[in-house]
C-alpha cells in the first residue's frame, strides 16, 4: 500500500487537512513501536542527510530532531547561529542554498521570525520542517500534543482543550489551535487579556480570563512557559502575579476532573505556570510529550523525507 | 508482495478460495511436522495480507495439534532499501514481536515471495528485535525471479511467471472479496 | 522657436474650468493660444480619444540619491515618473547624508538637473539628520530650494519640537509633511495589528499609532495656525478625525498611496516582503474609509510613496526587509481602475485635480494647470486602456512590487515636459 502523502515540507498545521493530520498521527504510531526494540534503528532514511539549523536556539527540540533521524538512520549535522555564517553577514538565503550544495536532503529550521521555513521552503529543492518559526508555528510540538490527548483520551474531537499562557507571542498555541480545531476539539484560552486578546475568537476559540472558571470543565489542561523578558514587562506586571491569577497550583488543580490530562511543551518553570507537584502528578503527561515527540517528529521525517525529489 | 491493488477485470484465476484454504492447511501440518516445540514458534505476518495468512495458520494449527501458536506483525515499509526512489510512499504499521526472541523460531509469514526484499527487509526488522535462534519463511505463492540469495521453507504454490505479468492475492477479511489469487498478462 | 499642436484631445484643466475636446497648442515648452503658432510650422500630435492633462505631480516619491543608489537614482527615478504619467516629482529627504542641510539640497537640484528628465522638487526635513531631537535649519532649507519640510520614514515624537517646527515652518512660509507613526504604540510592528497579525504571530501596527499623530498633527495646526498634511493615510480612524478636523477649518490634509486601496493585510499571508509596506496594508473596514475620505474629498491628494529597493535586500525573512514597494508606474493605472472604474467613488476630472491642483495648491507650485504661459507639463490619458503590469520592463531600477500581472484599465501613453516628449507608450 501507498501513501497518499505528497508534502516535501512541513510548515505549519494551518495549511494541512484533517486527513493530512490523522495521518501523521497513525504513522507516529509505528514509529512510536521502534522505541521499544532491542535495535531502537530502521534503515528508512539511510544515506539522507539532515541538517539541524537551529538559528534560534533549543537544546530539547534539536536534541529530539536528531534522535528521530538518528532513529532513521539519517545522517545529521547540526547548524547554530553562532556557529553559522550568519554572524558574519550572510543572508539566510545564501546560507541555504549553501547547505543544499552539500546536498542536504532535510532542513529542519528553528528560526525568531515568522515565515522562514516558508522562505526556504521556496527555494530550496531539500525538505523543510518547521521547528518553530517566530509566534508563527511549532507544527511537531502541536502534533506530539495532539497525539498525546489522542493516546490517553482515544480521540481528540468534542474534548475541552484548555491552554493557558502567554497565547499572543506562543508558536506552540498557534499550532496547537489550528491543529485541535480542524480535528474538532472545543478549545478554550486562558491568560491576561494582554497576552490573549480578544482577536483569538475569530480562530474558532473561546477566550476567558477567568481561569478558575474554566478548569473543571477541562478535558486538557496545556500549560505554556511564562516568560517575564523584557518586552513583556508592558503586558504582564510580574511572574508573582501571573502565578496568583494563572498559575495552576495544587489548589486548582484540585478542580480538575479526574481523567483530566495536564500537558506542558516544556521546560517547565515550577512554581510559576505549575506546582512542582502537579507537574510531577498522576494527570500529567508531561514526559509522554516527550517521548511521543519523538514518534512524531520520526513519522515526519519519514514522510516529507522520503518523497523522491 | 505487490504493492498497487488495481481491479483485477482482466485476470485469471489461478486459486481458488478451496485451493487456498487446502494449500494454507497443508502448510500448518508442515509447519507442525518441522517444529518440535510449536510453543517457540512465532508466525510474524507481513502486513496487510501476510497478517492474514499467519491468523488462519495458527488457526489450523490450533485445531490439528490443539496448540495455541504466538503470532506477531513485522512492517517491513520502515526497512526497505528503496525510500525515497519511489515516487509514493509506503504505508508503515506498528510491528508487534513477542519478546525475547532468542531461542525461538520466527517464521515470516506473506502472501507472494518474488524478488526477496521484503523478506530481506522483514530478516532486518526482526534483528532489531532481537536474535531470534532460527528465522524461516513460509509464502503462499512463490513466482521466482529472485533477485537475492532467499528461499521459501513453506510454499502454497509454485507459480512460474514473466516479470512483466502481476500477481494478486485477495483475502476476504482484508479486502472484502472471496479468496483468490490473480494473474495478470500485463 | 519650436511649436507643438495637440488636438482633438479632452482638454481637462480643472483650475480654468476646461473640459472639452478641443486643441492645446505649445510653444517653445509653454502653454501658447493656438494664435500664436498660426504662422509656424508645428509639430502636430493626436491626441484622439485621449485625456490631456496638467502633467501629474506625484509629491511623495523616494529618489534614494544621495547614498543609496543602488535601490534608485534621481535619473531612473525620475524615468520611471515619466514612464507613469509624471511630469514633477517631489523627493523626500531620507536620503544618505539626510536632505537636512543647503549642500545636500543644491546637490540633489544639481544632480536633477543634469539627469533627470522630469520636474524634482526637493523636501527638507523637520529634524536634524532625522533624529527628531533638534531643528533642522530650516529656513536655509527653503532658501535652498525646498518645496516642505518632512521627516519622513520617520516621525517627530517629541510634540514639543513638533510644535516648534511647525511654528517656525510657517514663519518660513513651508508647508509641513508628516509620516504619522506613534513609535511607542507601533513597537515593531510590521502588519497591521488585526485578524491576520493575530493569526500569524507577526508584531502588529495598530491603527491607532497612526490614528495618534493624526490628532497630534490637528492640534498642532490649529495651535500654530499652519498647514499640516499627513501621509499615506492608511486608517479608517484617521480618515475620520481628518473629516470632522477639516470641517471645522482646521488646516490639514491627506493623502492616500494606490496599495492601501487595492491590498488588505489578507495579502501578507505568505510571508511575500513585496506587501510589507509603512504603514500597512490594513482591513477592508480601513480600505473603505479610505474610499468614503476620497469620495467625500476628506483625502484631497493621490500620492505612491514610490519607494525602491534592490532585490536582495527584500528576499530576506519577513521581519527583516525593509518597508515599502515601488509605485510611479501603477499607480494611475490603480487609481483609475480602482476609484473610477471599479468602486465608481470619483470621476476622472477630479482623480486628475488630486494629482494636479491640489498637491499644486499644497505646496504652492507653479504647475498643475494647462494656463496660458505655463511650462508645458502634459499628461495623456486613456482611461479605458487595458494593460498588464510587466514588472520586468519596469524603468525604476528596482523590482519590489506586488503588483506584477495586475490587469488594469487606465494608463498614461505619453508624457510631456516643457514642451518635450520624455516617454510615451
Given at each position: 500500500?501507498?501513501?497518499?502523502?505528497?508534502?516535501?515540507?512541513?510548515?505549519?498545521?494551518?495549511?494541512?487537512?484533517?486527513?493530512?493530520?490523522?495521518?501523521?498521527?497513525?504513522?507516529?504510531?509505528?514509529?512510536?513501536?521502534?522505541?521499544?526494540?532491542?535495535?531502537?534503528?530502521?534503515?528508512?532514511?539511510?544515506?539522507?542527510?539532515?541538517?539541524?539549523?537551529?538559528?534560534?536556539?533549543?537544546?530539547?527540540?534539536?536534541?529530539?530532531?536528531?534522535?528521530?533521524?538518528?532513529?532513521?538512520?539519517?545522517?545529521?549535522?547540526?547548524?547554530?547561529?553562532?556557529?553559522?555564517?550568519?554572524?558574519?553577514?550572510?543572508?539566510?538565503?545564501?546560507?541555504?542554498?549553501?547547505?543544499?550544495?552539500?546536498?542536504?536532503?532535510?532542513?529542519?529550521?528553528?528560526?525568531?521570525?515568522?515565515?522562514?521555513?516558508?522562505?526556504?521552503?521556496?527555494?530550496?529543492?531539500?525538505?523543510?520542517?518547521?521547528?518553530?518559526?517566530?509566534?508563527?508555528?511549532?507544527?511537531?510540538?502541536?502534533?506530539?500534543?495532539?497525539?498525546?490527548?489522542?493516546?490517553?483520551?482515544?480521540?481528540?474531537?468534542?474534548?475541552?482543550?484548555?491552554?493557558?499562557?502567554?497565547?499572543?507571542?506562543?508558536?506552540?498555541?498557534?499550532?496547537?489551535?489550528?491543529?485541535?480545531?480542524?480535528?474538532?476539539?472545543?478549545?478554550?484560552?486562558?491568560?491576561?487579556?494582554?497576552?490573549?486578546?480578544?482577536?483569538?475568537?475569530?480562530?474558532?476559540?473561546?477566550?476567558?480570563?477567568?481561569?478558575?472558571?474554566?478548569?473543571?470543565?477541562?478535558?486538557?489542561?496545556?500549560?505554556?512557559?511564562?516568560?517575564?523578558?523584557?518586552?513583556?514587562?508592558?503586558?504582564?506586571?510580574?511572574?508573582?502575579?501571573?502565578?496568583?491569577?494563572?498559575?495552576?497550583?495544587?489548589?486548582?488543580?484540585?478542580?480538575?476532573?479526574?481523567?483530566?490530562?495536564?500537558?506542558?511543551?516544556?521546560?517547565?518553570?515550577?512554581?510559576?505556570?505549575?506546582?512542582?507537584?502537579?507537574?510531577?502528578?498522576?494527570?500529567?503527561?508531561?514526559?509522554?510529550?516527550?517521548?511521543?515527540?519523538?514518534?512524531?517528529?520520526?513519522?515526519?521525517?519519514?514522510?516529507?523525507?522520503?518523497?523522491?525529489? | 508482495?505487490?504493492?498497487?491493488?488495481?481491479?483485477?477485470?482482466?485476470?485469471?484465476?489461478?486459486?481458488?478460495?478451496?485451493?487456498?484454504?487446502?494449500?494454507?492447511?497443508?502448510?500448518?501440518?508442515?509447519?507442525?511436522?518441522?517444529?518440535?516445540?510449536?510453543?517457540?514458534?512465532?508466525?510474524?505476518?507481513?502486513?496487510?495480507?501476510?497478517?492474514?495468512?499467519?491468523?488462519?495458520?495458527?488457526?489450523?494449527?490450533?485445531?490439528?495439534?490443539?496448540?495455541?501458536?504466538?503470532?506477531?506483525?513485522?512492517?517491513?515499509?520502515?526497512?526497505?532499501?528503496?525510500?525515497?526512489?519511489?515516487?509514493?510512499?509506503?504505508?508503515?504499521?506498528?510491528?508487534?514481536?513477542?519478546?525475547?526472541?532468542?531461542?525461538?523460531?520466527?517464521?515470516?509469514?506473506?502472501?507472494?515471495?518474488?524478488?526477496?526484499?521484503?523478506?530481506?527487509?522483514?530478516?532486518?526488522?526482526?534483528?532489531?528485535?532481537?536474535?531470534?535462534?532460527?528465522?524461516?519463511?513460509?509464502?503462499?505463492?512463490?513466482?521466482?525471479?529472485?533477485?537475492?540469495?532467499?528461499?521459501?521453507?513453506?510454499?502454497?504454490?509454485?507459480?512460474?511467471?514473466?516479470?512483466?505479468?502481476?500477481?494478486?492475492?485477495?483475502?476476504?477479511?482484508?479486502?472484502?472479496?472471496?479468496?483468490?489469487?490473480?494473474?495478470?498478462?500485463? | 522657436?519650436?511649436?507643438?499642436?495637440?488636438?482633438?484631445?479632452?482638454?481637462?484643466?480643472?483650475?480654468?474650468?476646461?473640459?472639452?475636446?478641443?486643441?492645446?497648442?505649445?510653444?517653445?515648452?509653454?502653454?501658447?493660444?493656438?494664435?500664436?503658432?498660426?504662422?509656424?510650422?508645428?509639430?502636430?500630435?493626436?491626441?484622439?480619444?485621449?485625456?490631456?492633462?496638467?502633467?501629474?505631480?506625484?509629491?511623495?516619491?523616494?529618489?534614494?540619491?544621495?547614498?543609496?543608489?543602488?535601490?534608485?537614482?534621481?535619473?531612473?527615478?525620475?524615468?520611471?515618473?515619466?514612464?507613469?504619467?509624471?511630469?514633477?516629482?517631489?523627493?523626500?529627504?531620507?536620503?544618505?547624508?539626510?536632505?537636512?542641510?543647503?549642500?545636500?539640497?543644491?546637490?540633489?537640484?544639481?544632480?536633477?538637473?543634469?539627469?533627470?528628465?522630469?520636474?524634482?522638487?526637493?523636501?527638507?526635513?523637520?529634524?536634524?539628520?532625522?533624529?527628531?531631537?533638534?531643528?533642522?535649519?530650516?529656513?536655509?532649507?527653503?532658501?535652498?530650494?525646498?518645496?516642505?519640510?518632512?521627516?519622513?520614514?520617520?516621525?517627530?515624537?517629541?510634540?514639543?519640537?513638533?510644535?516648534?517646527?511647525?511654528?517656525?515652518?510657517?514663519?518660513?512660509?513651508?508647508?509641513?509633511?508628516?509620516?504619522?507613526?506613534?513609535?511607542?504604540?507601533?513597537?515593531?510592528?510590521?502588519?497591521?495589528?488585526?485578524?491576520?497579525?493575530?493569526?500569524?504571530?507577526?508584531?502588529?501596527?495598530?491603527?491607532?499609532?497612526?490614528?495618534?499623530?493624526?490628532?497630534?498633527?490637528?492640534?498642532?495646526?490649529?495651535?500654530?495656525?499652519?498647514?499640516?498634511?499627513?501621509?499615506?493615510?492608511?486608517?479608517?480612524?484617521?480618515?475620520?478625525?481628518?473629516?470632522?478636523?477639516?470641517?471645522?477649518?482646521?488646516?490639514?490634509?491627506?493623502?492616500?498611496?494606490?496599495?492601501?486601496?487595492?491590498?488588505?493585510?489578507?495579502?501578507?499571508?505568505?510571508?511575500?516582503?513585496?506587501?510589507?509596506?509603512?504603514?500597512?496594508?490594513?482591513?477592508?473596514?480601513?480600505?473603505?474609509?479610505?474610499?468614503?475620505?476620497?469620495?467625500?474629498?476628506?483625502?484631497?491628494?493621490?500620492?505612491?510613496?514610490?519607494?525602491?529597493?534592490?532585490?536582495?535586500?527584500?528576499?530576506?525573512?519577513?521581519?527583516?526587509?525593509?518597508?515599502?514597494?515601488?509605485?510611479?508606474?501603477?499607480?494611475?493605472?490603480?487609481?483609475?481602475?480602482?476609484?473610477?472604474?471599479?468602486?465608481?467613488?470619483?470621476?476622472?476630472?477630479?482623480?486628475?485635480?488630486?494629482?494636479?491642483?491640489?498637491?499644486?495648491?499644497?505646496?504652492?507650485?507653479?504647475?498643475?494647470?494647462?494656463?496660458?504661459?505655463?511650462?508645458?507639463?502634459?499628461?495623456?490619458?486613456?482611461?479605458?486602456?487595458?494593460?498588464?503590469?510587466?514588472?520586468?520592463?519596469?524603468?525604476?531600477?528596482?523590482?519590489?512590487?506586488p503588483f506584477d500581472g495586475w490587469k488594469l484599465r487606465g494608463r498614461a501613453v505619453r508624457t510631456i515636459v516643457g514642451g518635450k516628449t520624455v516617454w510615451k507608450l
Amino acid at each position: 500500500m501507498s501513501t497518499n502523502w505528497s508534502r516535501k515540507d512541513l510548515l505549519g498545521l494551518r495549511e494541512l487537512s484533517a486527513d493530512e493530520i490523522n495521518f501523521i498521527l497513525e504513522t507516529a504510531d509505528a514509529f512510536k513501536q521502534v522505541g521499544t526494540r532491542e535495535i531502537k534503528k530502521v534503515p528508512a532514511l539511510r544515506g539522507k542527510t539532515l541538517v539541524n539549523f537551529f538559528v534560534e536556539p533549543s537544546t530539547r527540540t534539536r536534541t529530539s530532531f536528531e534522535l528521530a533521524a538518528h532513529r532513521l538512520s539519517a545522517d545529521v549535522i547540526n547548524i547554530s547561529a553562532t556557529t553559522s555564517s550568519l554572524t558574519k553577514g550572510e543572508t539566510l538565503k545564501d546560507t541555504a542554498r549553501n547547505l543544499e550544495a552539500l546536498h542536504a536532503d532535510i532542513l529542519v529550521l528553528r528560526h525568531s521570525s515568522a515565515g522562514a521555513p516558508q522562505f526556504l521552503a521556496q527555494r530550496l529543492k531539500s525538505s523543510v520542517i518547521n521547528a518553530g518559526d517566530g509566534a508563527h508555528e511549532h507544527p511537531t510540538q502541536g502534533l506530539l500534543d495532539m497525539y498525546t490527548i489522542r493516546e490517553k483520551r482515544g480521540r481528540i474531537d468534542n474534548l475541552h482543550i484548555v491552554i493557558v499562557g502567554d497565547i499572543l507571542f506562543s508558536r506552540v498555541a498557534r499550532s496547537n489551535i489550528f491543529g485541535l480545531t480542524k480535528l474538532g476539539a472545543r478549545v478554550t484560552l486562558v491568560g491576561p487579556s494582554t497576552l490573549v486578546p480578544r482577536e483569538f475568537e475569530k480562530l474558532g476559540v473561546t477566550v476567558s480570563n477567568q481561569i478558575d472558571k474554566v478548569l473543571p470543565d477541562a478535558d486538557v489542561v496545556n500549560l505554556l512557559r511564562i516568560q517575564h523578558e523584557r518586552q513583556r514587562k508592558e503586558y504582564f506586571p510580574g511572574i508573582g502575579e501571573y502565578t496568583t491569577l494563572f498559575g495552576l497550583t495544587k489548589e486548582r488543580a484540585k478542580s480538575l476532573k479526574p481523567d483530566c490530562l495536564v500537558m506542558h511543551p516544556g521546560p517547565i518553570n515550577r512554581g510559576v505556570e505549575i506546582d512542582s507537584e502537579v507537574a510531577d502528578g498522576l494527570q500529567s503527561v508531561i514526559l509522554d510529550q516527550v517521548t511521543n515527540g519523538l514518534a512524531v517528529r520520526m513519522a515526519v521525517l519519514y514522510l516529507c523525507g522520503g518523497i523522491a525529489t | 508482495m505487490q504493492m498497487d491493488n488495481k481491479k483485477h477485470n482482466s485476470g485469471v484465476p489461478i486459486m481458488d478460495a478451496e485451493t487456498i484454504r487446502r494449500a494454507l492447511r497443508r502448510i500448518a501440518h508442515e509447519i507442525i511436522e518441522q517444529n518440535a516445540d510449536l510453543k517457540s514458534v512465532v508466525l510474524a505476518g507481513i502486513p496487510l495480507r501476510g497478517t492474514e495468512i499467519a491468523r488462519r495458520l495458527a488457526e489450523f494449527i490450533r485445531e490439528v495439534a490443539k496448540i495455541d501458536i504466538d503470532t506477531g506483525t513485522i512492517d517491513v515499509a520502515m526497512h526497505r532499501d528503496d525510500v525515497g526512489t519511489r515516487a509514493e510512499l509506503p504505508m508503515v504499521h506498528a510491528s508487534k514481536l513477542p519478546l525475547p526472541l532468542e531461542h525461538r523460531t520466527v517464521i515470516i509469514v506473506d502472501d507472494v515471495l518474488f524478488t526477496g526484499r521484503t523478506a530481506r527487509a522483514a530478516m532486518d526488522a526482526i534483528s532489531s528485535f532481537g536474535r531470534p535462534a532460527r528465522i524461516q519463511l513460509g509464502a503462499l505463492v512463490d513466482r521466482g525471479h529472485r533477485e537475492l540469495p532467499i528461499r521459501a521453507d513453506y510454499v502454497g504454490k509454485n507459480l512460474p511467471t514473466a516479470t512483466r505479468e502481476q500477481i494478486q492475492v485477495r483475502l476476504q477479511n482484508v479486502d472484502n472479496e472471496p479468496d483468490a489469487v490473480w494473474l495478470f498478462k500485463e | 522657436m519650436s511649436a507643438i499642436i495637440i488636438r482633438n484631445g479632452r482638454v481637462v484643466d480643472p483650475t480654468n474650468k476646461r473640459d472639452e475636446v478641443g486643441d492645446l497648442a505649445i510653444l517653445d515648452g509653454k502653454i501658447a493660444d493656438k494664435s500664436a503658432i498660426k504662422n509656424q510650422k508645428a509639430e502636430t500630435i493626436d491626441a484622439n480619444g485621449l485625456i490631456v492633462a496638467p502633467g501629474l505631480i506625484d509629491m511623495h516619491v523616494h529618489l534614494r540619491e544621495p547614498g543609496f543608489s543602488h535601490k534608485e537614482t534621481i535619473e531612473s527615478g525620475a524615468c520611471a515618473a515619466a514612464a507613469g504619467g509624471f511630469t514633477t516629482i517631489v523627493c523626500m529627504p531620507n536620503t544618505l547624508p539626510a536632505a537636512d542641510n543647503p549642500a545636500t539640497i543644491a546637490w540633489i537640484k544639481d544632480r536633477a538637473a543634469a539627469t533627470a528628465c522630469v520636474n524634482v522638487l526637493p523636501t527638507g526635513t523637520i529634524s536634524k539628520n532625522i533624529a527628531g531631537e533638534e531643528l533642522a535649519p530650516i529656513g536655509s532649507l527653503g532658501q535652498a530650494g525646498v518645496v516642505a519640510i518632512t521627516d519622513d520614514g520617520h516621525c517627530v515624537q517629541n510634540h514639543e519640537l513638533m510644535r516648534r517646527a511647525v511654528e517656525y515652518a510657517r514663519m518660513v512660509g513651508l508647508p509641513v509633511l508628516d509620516h504619522c507613526q506613534d513609535y511607542n504604540l507601533v513597537g515593531n510592528g510590521v502588519v497591521h495589528e488585526g485578524y491576520w497579525s493575530t493569526l500569524l504571530g507577526l508584531p502588529g501596527w495598530p491603527a491607532a499609532g497612526e490614528e495618534a499623530i493624526v490628532m497630534r498633527n490637528i492640534l498642532l495646526a490649529e495651535l500654530c495656525d499652519h498647514h499640516i498634511h499627513c501621509q499615506h493615510v492608511s486608517a479608517a480612524g484617521s480618515v475620520r478625525l481628518i473629516r470632522e478636523a477639516r470641517a471645522r477649518g482646521v488646516k490639514i490634509s491627506g493623502e492616500v498611496c494606490p496599495h492601501h486601496i487595492a491590498l488588505t493585510d489578507e495579502a501578507i499571508q505568505n510571508f511575500d516582503t513585496n506587501y510589507k509596506m509603512n504603514p500597512p496594508l490594513r482591513s477592508k473596514e480601513d480600505v473603505d474609509a479610505l474610499l468614503e475620505g476620497i469620495a467625500g474629498g476628506t483625502l484631497s491628494i493621490l500620492c505612491s510613496d514610490h519607494a525602491p529597493h534592490a532585490g536582495f535586500e527584500k528576499e530576506v525573512e519577513f521581519d527583516q526587509a525593509p518597508f515599502g514597494i515601488v509605485g510611479l508606474e501603477t499607480e494611475l493605472g490603480l487609481f483609475i481602475d480602482l476609484l473610477v472604474h471599479k468602486h465608481r467613488k470619483i470621476d476622472i476630472v477630479r482623480l486628475i485635480k488630486m494629482y494636479t491642483v491640489e498637491p499644486a495648491k499644497l505646496l504652492k507650485l507653479d504647475a498643475g494647470t494647462l494656463s496660458g504661459g505655463a511650462p508645458a507639463d502634459i499628461t495623456f490619458i486613456d482611461p479605458d486602456l487595458e494593460w498588464t503590469v510587466a514588472l520586468d520592463k519596469f524603468q525604476s531600477a528596482s523590482r519590489n512590487s506586488p503588483f506584477d500581472g495586475w490587469k488594469l484599465r487606465g494608463r498614461a501613453v505619453r508624457t510631456i515636459v516643457g514642451g518635450k516628449t520624455v516617454w510615451k507608450l
